[in-house]
């Protein structure tokens, strides 16, 4: 059974400060996601890592992918109270099943809360 | 695009009443998710189809869940009788070549 681990879970953060979100994994894996999720609202695609070694870069935002470790880390730079949110990693199998896509995996999410 | 669209947006009903909820994906796209997201449990995928046939249904819950996608464009989730315990955000997702899935709006369902 494919587990996925978040931590931390729960975040509060001063503005400007740098901070780095892990996710690991439990099953060989070469393909994970992140979304983001504001208060009562859907899931918002943020970065898809698909090979070891993958680095993805959005504003403050980067995401990087080791699949020898089964490690996935976001990191903020510079937070901004906008960041404010819960992150959620994610990962299928969809590189073992002929390549087509998979449903995922979901960790439980890290609720993110960035102060002035 | 107008993304994946839901329907309804929130659903009030009493134990023991049969629910359906809907969803479109987005065009093009060849696979659709529906998923649970709930305090307690988190985000659970509970059935996914790949060019309208169902492909994993593992996480349906129980034999009072049912999923049907009859052309492209349109996918139902059922559930029947619905239970206090279901009472959660269903999300529908698709995707195409990429493998990046796209949420849609959700349906928060409360069973009564």
């Known amino acids: 059974e494919l587990k996925v681990e978040q931590n931390p879970l729960f975040l509060s953060m001063q503005e400007g400060k740098n901070y780095t979100i892990y996710c690991n994994y439990s099953t060989t894996s070469d393909r994970l996601y992140w979304y983001r999720q504001d208060p009562g609202k859907s899931l918002e695609s943020l970065f898809v890592?698909?090979?070891?070694?993958a680095v993805k870069q959005e504003g403050r935002l980067m995401a990087s992918l080791d699949t020898k470790a089964r490690l996935s880390t976001l990191h903020i730079t510079a937070a901004v109270h906008d960041l404010s949110a819960t992150y959620f990693c994610?990962?299928?199998?969809?590189?073992?099943?002929?390549?087509?896509?998979?449903?995922?995996?979901f960790g439980k999410g890290t609720h993110l809360i960035i102060q002035p | 695009d107008a993304g994946v669209i839901q329907s309804p947006r929130h659903e009030v009903t009493e134990m023991g009443q049969e629910v359906t909820l809907r969803c479109k994906p987005i065009?093009?796209?060849?696979?659709l998710f529906w998923y649970r997201q709930t305090m307690m449990r988190g985000l659970e995928l509970l059935i996914y189809f790949n060019n309208n046939v169902p492909i994993d249904d593992s996480g349906m819950p129980e034999d009072r869940f049912s999923a049907k996608m009859p052309n492209a464009s349109f996918s139902t989730l059922k559930i029947q009788p619905s239970e206090p315990r279901d009472s959660a955000v269903y999300f529908c997702?698709?995707?195409?070549?990429?493998?990046?899935?796209?949420f849609g709006p959700g349906t928060r369902l409360t069973v009564l």
């Open positions: 890592l698909l090979s070891n070694g």
């Open positions: 994610a990962v299928d199998m969809s590189s073992f099943s002929g390549g087509g896509a998979d449903g995922l995996t």
């Open positions: 065009s093009g796209h060849d696979y």
């Open positions: 997702a698709s995707t195409g070549a990429s493998n990046e899935q796209f």
